[in-house]
């Protein structure tokens, strides 16, 4: 009966740290404005004692997953002993009560590497910092005692779990929400860096530098967590569909452009001294929308397929968290921001310039998203009327700005910074004509049939030879010889090539977007085994048998099919239709045969009385390029976090390169 | 000197960012004609027929008994206790989709038939769609959906 003591000790922990988080917000600030080092130093043990008792309260959580202690009313509601190990742990953030400790958990371990790395970080600043944290984190404490206690207890312990979700059993799942809430909670680093700027109310280029690792870090889990949520979407919901513009998926999206853009503007501002009052500004901004996602996903306030916590107490408290904060930051905002000043001026045609468009192209295109997904509530305060804003609406208005951003990408990328010159880009000339070259070849042997697919095509390919010609200009072909310029091109600081990684994996991403759009094929039929028919101008598929299966906890009914390519068998699919007893849940089971320049992906439906099923197959060309390129998107952010330059404790202690201001330091 | 060039292009931006602004708004204002799809009841249906081109959704309940399968297409009606709609749809059912149980169809009614391009039904299985749950709480016909 361990576990009866576990959870009131994880119950308690969680208190402990929410009075941690108190006092990290108000002694150490009071330290910062009187000068008084001690109290400023006290940061440093609350920080890391906050994490602590953060982490224990999760691990005792976790605890009562793994020994299905049903006395606890979340185990009971989410969780079976008959689930496997890897389920009942994440069962423990499949759930609304779980997963805002998570958030904290995330928000906390934050707080404790700000520690850990920020030996170099001017005291002043990394204080300030801190407290912004702890007040965000006792916000979300406060949140989670008062309204989303996880530890709650049953009166009487039930035998049996309710079990978790089937939808959601599945590892692509297991890892999604961990990886976004990494990706938003990382965002909190940049806003907490931002305030704390703000009230001290100096930025320098060292305080972007300071910045942008963390932003990295974010934007890199954002995503691979917007990516695998994709990818489970496509495989598990079995509509064969990547992305929905799903008010959900729209809230991670959000989050991902703003700090896309912010990750760019600190560049600006690390290596140029400007755009650093617009940088605090999407620090802020960027940290806002993530609180606006938690909102979304955590009220249910918008129909959509993924909320899972319909409660209007918790919406109206998060959005009380998000007006706090957001309307703080950005009243702050309004009122020191005037006080920081470009140190730099530069020419129309520069980096600078360039970087700006890209800016603004990304905000443009996150509000554009923000009204489309907030319409309908408007629409129904306003007008009263119901209805959903669908797909169409952001393909028209959202993709134009992205596909402007992507088409400016390999001529900004390569500018200099201050003053660019047109002869500077001469060297894109081939990257122009070999994309314009891939759209016709790709425009004639499609018979022109998509010339949308044929241009998404040439624009991956104009991204991608781009950051090959980049390179090559760097590398400095045909000066000193090859040997020369492979030496030039390896010792290339890390972060050049992880910004010619992110760019590439963009193009790859483009490609797979572009051709899934506009070559897929779909055949639905209601069929019966031993029939066999096309299913595109290149495959069959022979329907070989129908059958049940028992799993580990459901049933399911499983169809053999072959798919032939010229008569060839060249995979062989088991698409099933599972149904969970214990949550009384049906499933579609999507068959996919992945490949690299197409995957064949089958889904079965009901059976009709006379042994019929409808199948549903599609060719999806290049499908896994979307997943692919996120993640050698993420690859790049990754690559570029190694950068010397980031490595904030190593410089602190040995070689102090970076400057800090006298302002931060005093 | 160096405040001159910078409010220049503070202005370059201003109005780049201002062209932008209404590039979006035109993009959106086009956008909404066809991303907006209206929610309606059976009821609302018949009260006022939209006209055939208009993409909306149709919610309610499935009709017990209702759903027949002719051939490639399934045949349901959805209905809010007071009129029914017949929907036709091709393609395969969401794993919710039940006689008696909350559906959402988005389709166009053309001579009184609604062809459906989507149904939805939501993953969770505890509650209806939010839309069906209201608009038939409105007019008094909400029944909780069994379980």
């Given at each position: 009966?361990?576990g ?9 922990a969680?208190i ?28 440093h043990?609350?920080?890391?004692l ?12 976790t ?11 979340l ?18 953030w ?50 989670i005692l ?50 704390a700027a703000l009230?001290?109310?100096e ?10 690792p ?14 695998l949520?994709s ?39 690390e ?53 706090i904060?957001s309307?703080g ?30 800016n ?14 907030f ?5 129904e ?64 042997l ?8 044929a ?7 104009w ?37 010619s ?25 209601l069929?019966e ?32 099919m ?81 950068d ?17 201001s006298?302002?931060?330091?005093r | 000197?160096?405040?001159?060039i ?34 309606r ?18 919610g309610?309940?499935?009709?017990e ?30 794993d ?14 053309a ?37």
């Amino acid at each position: 009966m361990v576990g009866c003591v576990v959870a009131e000790l994880g119950h308690f922990a969680l208190i402990l740290a929410s009075l941690v988080a108190l006092m990290q917000i108000i002694i150490p600030a009071i330290g910062v404005f009187l000068m008084w080092p001690k109290w400023m130093h006290l940061v440093h043990a609350a920080a890391l004692l906050q994490f602590f008792l953060t982490a224990i309260a999760f691990a005792a959580l976790t605890q009562a997953f793994v020994q299905s202690d049903f006395s606890i009313a979340l185990v009971a509601n989410h969780s079976h002993s008959a689930k496997p190990l890897l389920y009942k742990l994440s069962g423990v953030w499949g759930n609304h009560e779980g997963s805002m400790l998570l958030w904290v958990l995330i928000l906390s371990l934050f707080s404790a590497l700000i520690v850990w790395f920020g030996g170099a970080l001017p005291i002043r600043l990394k204080t300030l910092t801190l407290s912004v944290q702890a007040a965000i984190a006792s916000a979300f404490y406060a949140f989670i005692l008062l309204t989303s206690n996880p530890f709650e207890r049953l009166a009487i312990a039930p035998f049996e779990g309710m079990g978790l979700n089937p939808l959601l059993q599945d590892p692509g799942l297991a890892f999604h929400p961990p990886a976004l809430y990494v990706g938003y909670v990382g965002l909190a680093v940049s806003f907490s860096f931002a305030v704390a700027a703000l009230l001290l109310g100096e930025v320098n280029a060292a305080w972007a530098r300071w910045v942008r690792p963390w932003t990295l870090v974010s934007w890199v889990f954002l995503t691979l967590g917007i990516a695998l949520g994709s990818w489970w979407a496509y495989y598990e919901l079995g509509w064969g569909g990547w992305w929905f513009w799903d008010p959900v998926e729209n809230a991670s999206f959000m989050p991902w452009l703003f700090a896309t853009a912010l990750l760019h503007s600190a560049t600006v501002a690390e290596k140029r001294g400007c755009l650093k009052s617009w940088t605090l500004l999407l620090a802020i901004l960027a940290f806002s929308f993530s609180l606006l996602g938690t909102f979304l996903v955590r009220s249910g306030i918008l129909t959509s397929v993924h909320a899972f916590a319909t409660d209007p107490g918790r919406g109206v408290f998060i959005l009380a968290i998000l007006i706090i904060f957001s309307g703080g930051a950005l009243a702050l905002y309004a009122w020191r921001g005037s006080m920081i000043v470009s140190d730099n001026v530069f020419a129309p045609l520069s980096r600078e310039t360039a970087l700006i468009s890209n800016n603004i192209l990304l905000v443009v295109a996150a509000l554009v998203v923000f009204i489309g997904t907030f319409w309908p509530l408007v629409a129904e305060i306003i007008f009263g009327r119901m209805l959903s804003v669908g797909p169409p609406f952001f393909e028209i208005a959202v993709t134009p700005f992205l596909v402007a951003l992507a088409m400016l990408l390999p001529l900004g990328s390569t500018m200099p910074w201050k003053t660019a010159s047109t002869a500077g880009l001469r060297h894109l000339w081939w990257v122009f004509l070999s994309a314009v070259l891939c759209g016709t070849v790709v425009l004639f042997l499609d018979n022109a049939h998509s010339t949308l697919g044929a241009l998404g095509l040439a624009l991956a390919v104009w991204l991608a030879a781009g950051v090959v010609a980049d390179l090559a200009k760097r590398a400095g072909m045909g000066r000193g010889g090859i040997r020369a310029a492979l030496w030039r091109i390896f010792n290339m600081p890390r972060s050049e090539w992880g910004k010619s990684l992110a760019h590439f994996g963009l193009a790859v991403t483009i490609a797979g977007i572009s051709a899934i759009t506009a070559w897929e094929s779909e055949d639905i039929r209601l069929a019966e085994t031993g029939d066999q028919y096309q299913i595109s101008d290149r495959y069959a598929l022979r329907f070989d048998h129908l059958g049940l299966v028992e799993g580990p906890n459901y049933q399911a009914t499983r169809a053999s099919m072959m798919i032939l390519k010229d008569s060839h068998e060249v995979a062989q699919l088991f698409p099933e239709k599972r149904f969970y007893p214990v949550s009384g849940m049906v499933t579609t089971e999507a068959a996919i045969e992945m490949g690299f320049l197409r995957d064949i992906y089958v889904v079965i439906g009901d059976s009709q009385a006379d042994g019929r099923v409808t199948v549903k197959a599609y060719i999806k060309p290049l499908a896994n390029w979307i997943w692919l390129g996120a993640i050698i998107m993420s690859l790049g952010g990754l690559t570029s976090l190694l950068d010397r330059r980031y490595r904030l404790a190593s410089v602190g202690r040995s070689r102090p390169r970076m400057t800090p201001s006298p302002a931060l330091e005093r | 000197m160096l405040s001159q060039i910078q409010k220049k292009r503070r202005i370059h931006l201003v109005v780049a960012s201002g062209l932008l602004l209404v590039i979006a708004a035109l993009l959106m204002g086009y956008g909404f004609r066809d991303g907006i799809a209206y929610f309606r009841l059976p009821s609302d249906v018949v009260n006022e027929t939209p006209p055939p081109e208009e993409l909306f959704r149709l919610g309610g309940l499935v009709a017990e008994g209702s759903v027949i399968e002719d051939q490639d297409n399934t045949i349901f009606e959805i209905t809010d206790s007071d009129h029914a709609v017949v929907v036709v749809f091709r393609g395969i059912l969401p794993d919710l989709f039940a006689e008696g149980q909350g559906v959402i169809a988005l389709g166009r009614l053309a001579d009184g038939v609604f062809s459906a391009t989507e149904v939805l039904a939501k993953h969770d299985e505890t509650y209806m769609p939010k839309e069906v749950a209201k608009a038939l709480k409105e007019k008094g016909l909400f029944r909780a959906p069994v379980q």
